[in-house]
């Protein structure tokens, strides 16, 4: 499925690219479909419902992942691996308490953690970025997966 | 007495005697010095001496007001009618100053040069021995009269202290407003008595931890403006900027060295953030540190061979010093708790730093050998210390039981912190070096 749709956008492109180079051709078929993109926030309700939620938490001064947050994580890799059209942004927010720079960097750190857990789980790393809040957002030390589009 | 020698007053001299005329006034005498600072006279005359007069009346009380801000010095309240002569600047009558109770008295006066600038000369006396401790002059534009008497008044404070004044100098900060929800944060810049406060970014992207270049010329800030924080370095003067490191990677934490020609910083290219230095006006980023583990909030000794930086390989966050090329790596913190933010005092003694634990941020100095270290403040939200020229105070930022963070001010003799008047909430403060 997910292979004939590439091909047909493969297909589109070639296309296209040949009607560039010729102008005179005209296109006579109808244009093939492409995938219909659902709305943002469609796929936002969708995603956190399917995946067991957006967010995972921290605990202390770790980056390390627990049991709980590695359940949620693999329902997320599960779902972008059936949305290939998605792309993510995990957000690490950071606990208020800790001091400025400090916040940065552990978030950072959860932020790739958290990334690198759904790569592993098969989910292409270009569709995955991420990025800390530090403490500019306060509260439990947490990482949240953002769609982006 | 010394007036033939009065048209000399651009050099500095008599800080040699300082260091004497220190002990002789601080011997036995815990509380502060007593200072007489009658008004500043004038050579000018006619309409041009009235207008010396009022800038030097000008001066004078910001003089005055300078040294009351500090620990070591209490002025009197200067009087008009405390006005004398052009060659009583250097003759003056100490026993009208002794008989006030004043141990050390500072004379001056401003004077407008040809060129359209003024020479604004400062002089500081030991009342008691009547003994002159230290005299500066300084010429400048009538614009930046007020440098001029920050200037003495650094004068008075190093001749009688032994530290270096820190008046003429300038403070960066986050200007935080608007709600919780919806932070606007804008890098502000002021002189360190409030005055000239103006805003350096427009507060359409998050801002952090701005750090001021030696010079006070140019800062070096994090902004998330890409999305992934980084650092940027601002010219204060051509307002031109640019990313300290050109590459998509996480940089934060920046501290200029001493002599400014270096930034260290962190940044995260692997796993976690490394402390890596770099020229200040570019170039290719060095790493310091290997450990796996969280390196940051680097800070140059003032000899700039060292740098202390705090680091969570242990498990939790403490301090660590090493070389400044990343050799000799030790850890000097071993207290209850976790250590952060650390940042060398420009005297070389002491590291301030930030201590978490038992539910309270609070700030702490510690000798740089990892010995005498003492928690100077009571919390329960403070961070970010930033010292003064002086080493004899800090800067820091404080969140009120209601949670907005200001500025205050630290003094190291065990007295309540004052907080800063700012036009609004401020966190992440910076204070520069003494601007030559």
């Known amino acids: ?149 | 007495m010394k007036a033939h020698r009065f048209r000399t007053v651009l050099l500095l001299a008599g800080l040699c005697v300082a260091g004497s005329a220190q002990a002789a006034v601080q011997a036995g005498t815990p509380a502060a010095v007593v200072i007489a600072i009658p008004p500043l006279t004038s050579p000018d005359t006619g309409a041009k001496g009235n207008e010396m007069l009022s800038m030097a009346w000008q001066a004078t009380q910001l003089i005055a007001s300078d040294l009351r801000q500090t620990a070591e010095l209490m002025p009197l309240t200067p009087d008009r009618k405390d006005y004398y002569s052009y060659p009583e600047v250097t003759a003056p009558t100490f026993s009208k100053w002794r008989d006030k109770g004043a141990k050390a008295l500072l004379t001056g006066f401003v004077q407008a040069r040809s060129d359209g600038r003024l020479t604004v000369g400062c002089y500081v006396y030991d009342a008691e021995k009547g003994r002159e401790l230290g005299r500066k002059g300084f010429v400048v534009a009538p614009s930046d009269w007020r440098r001029a008497a920050h200037k003495c008044s650094g004068l008075a404070y190093q001749a009688i202290t032994g530290a270096p004044g820190m008046f003429d100098s300038r403070i960066a900060y986050v200007a935080e407003s608007g709600p919780p929800s919806a932070r606007v944060k804008r890098i502000a810049v002021m002189d360190s008595d409030g005055f000239n406060h103006r805003y350096v970014t427009a507060g359409d992207t998050i801002v952090l931890t701005p750090h001021l270049s030696p010079k006070a010329n140019q800062l070096a800030y994090v902004s998330f403006v890409g999305g992934t924080p980084q650092i940027r370095v601002l010219n204060l003067e051509s307002k031109e900027q640019h990313p300290l490191v050109p590459n998509g990677a996480m940089s934060f934490a920046p501290r200029y060295s001493p002599d400014g020609s270096k930034i260290v910083f962190s940044m995260m290219l692997g796993p976690n953030s490394d402390i890596y230095v770099v020229g200040s006006n570019g170039g290719f980023a060095q790493r310091l540190t290997t450990a796996p583990g969280t390196d940051t909030d680097a800070s140059f000794s003032p000899d700039g061979s060292k740098i202390v930086f705090e680091s969570d390989r242990s498990g939790t966050q403490q301090l660590y010093v090493m070389d400044a090329n990343g050799a000799n790596e030790r850890r000097i913190s071993f207290g209850s708790g976790w250590y952060a933010a650390p940042e060398w005092s420009p005297d070389g003694e002491w590291i301030a730093f930030t201590r978490r634990g038992a539910g309270a941020r609070q700030i702490g100095i510690i000798k740089p050998d990892g010995s005498g270290e003492k928690v100077l403040t009571t919390g329960p939200a403070d961070d970010s210390p930033s010292w003064a020229a002086s080493s004899r105070e800090i800067l820091f930022e404080r969140n009120d039981a209601s949670g907005r963070p200001g500025l205050y001010r630290l003094t190291l003799d065990g007295s309540e912190p004052r907080k800063m008047t700012i036009p609004q909430d401020g966190s992440d403060p910076d204070w520069s070096p003494t601007i030559d």
């Open chain 1, 1 to 149: 499925m997910i292979r004939k749709t590439l091909l047909l956008i493969a297909l589109v492109s070639l296309e296209s690219a040949a009607a560039a180079q010729l102008p005179g051709l005209r296109r006579r078929d109808p244009v093939p479909a492409v995938p219909v993109q659902q709305p943002l926030d469609v796929l936002r309700a969708d995603f956190g419902a399917q995946s067991g939620g957006t967010t995972v938490y921290f605990s202390g001064n770790s980056a390390a992942l627990g049991p709980q947050a590695k359940t949620i994580l693999s329902g997320q890799a599960a779902w972008l691996r059936l949305h290939p059209e998605v792309t993510v942004r995990i957000e690490v927010h950071g606990d208020s308490g800790d001091t400025r720079d400090h916040a940065l960097a552990i978030g950072a750190r959860r932020a790739e953690e958290a990334r690198n857990y759904l790569i592993l789980l098969g989910v292409p790393a270009p569709q995955v970025s991420a990025m800390t809040w530090g403490k500019e957002r306060p509260g439990a030390p947490r990482a949240v997966t953002v769609l982006v589009r």
